[in-house]
């Protein structure tokens, strides 16, 4: 490959740190020749972020509070000015909302409150971002992409509400691809498997879950950023010109599997 997103404009939401699937896409990205500019969430993260950004050359970094309408106008406003109003990606990677501890109960446990700020942050926030977006990408050939997880479609033990959520967003994928397409806008999600980031932390037992999703895979093995990255470059750029609507798995073929062929239990169990 040969700078393929040269000249390409872009927005990505969601980098929390360097182990973060979404700067792994952006350092794809960056080095084939996109122009970025980024959100990040709070004072706190944008300390550890922001070196990050500038690190690929990024003059674009907003702090976005994606429960609110008025910022997220606020933060597109700014980047029409900045790209001259013109975007051809948007990078979705923002995901949270359930309470403390609704990663560990059942999801019967699942409050209110946590069912309501994780549909908010992990599903509406793409609906209302694109909506912002969308007049800067209109007739460019542009594409969104958010990043889904195999628990929208199978029960993900301590997954619980994100596994209900994920299941939203990968619908409002395919509504927000019939919406757009006209516009020349498509919609896609990656769905990465079990990789170890800070957002994994909150899982109970992920540990287990990613060591037997490894070694269940037929690959044998998980997936890193980069290749994450590369699945997420493609979708973005010209050569997936005619996708839109679909969730592509990057997983090492995990998810096309009916049987487990090695169990691997707790370290506490195996003993």
Not at 65 to 74: A, G, M
Request: net charge neutral.
């Amino acid at each position: 490959m040969n700078q393929i997103m040269k000249n390409k404009k872009g927005i990505i939401l969601g980098v929390a740190n360097e182990n973060s699937i979404s700067w792994g896409v952006a350092k794809v990205l960056a080095e084939q020749g996109a122009k970025l500019a980024f959100t990040y969430q709070n004072e706190k993260t944008g300390k550890f972020v922001i070196p990050l950004f500038q690190s690929l050359g990024s003059d674009f970094y907003e702090m976005l509070d994606i429960t609110s309408d008025e910022n997220i106008k606020s933060v597109f406003a700014k980047l029409q000015g900045h790209f001259a109003g013109e975007l051809d990606f948007v990078v979705h990677g923002i995901a949270g909302g359930p309470a403390r501890g609704e990663l560990s109960d059942g999801y019967l446990e699942t409050s209110r409150e946590g069912f309501i700020n994780s549909m908010l942050i992990s599903v509406y926030s793409f609906t209302a971002v694109l909506r912002e977006a969308a007049g800067m990408m209109k007739g460019r050939n542009a594409a969104a992409l958010t990043m889904s997880y195999y628990g929208s479609d199978k029960v993900i033990p301590n997954y619980n509400v994100m596994g209900v959520a994920k299941a939203a967003l990968e619908s409002s994928v395919r509504y927000l691809a019939h919406d757009l397409g006209p516009q020349g806008i498509r919609v896609n999600a990656v769905s990465p498997g079990t990789i170890r980031t800070r957002a994994a932390g909150g899982i109970g037992d992920f540990e287990t879950m990613a060591r037997f999703t490894e070694a269940n895979a037929p690959m044998q093995r998980g997936v890193t950023q980069e290749e994450v990255g590369r699945a997420a470059l493609f979708l973005l750029s010209d050569l997936a010109s005619g996708i839109t609507g679909e969730t592509l798995f990057v997983d090492a073929g995990y998810n096309i599997m009916g049987y487990a062929m090695n169990c691997v239990l707790p370290e506490k169990q195996a003993k």
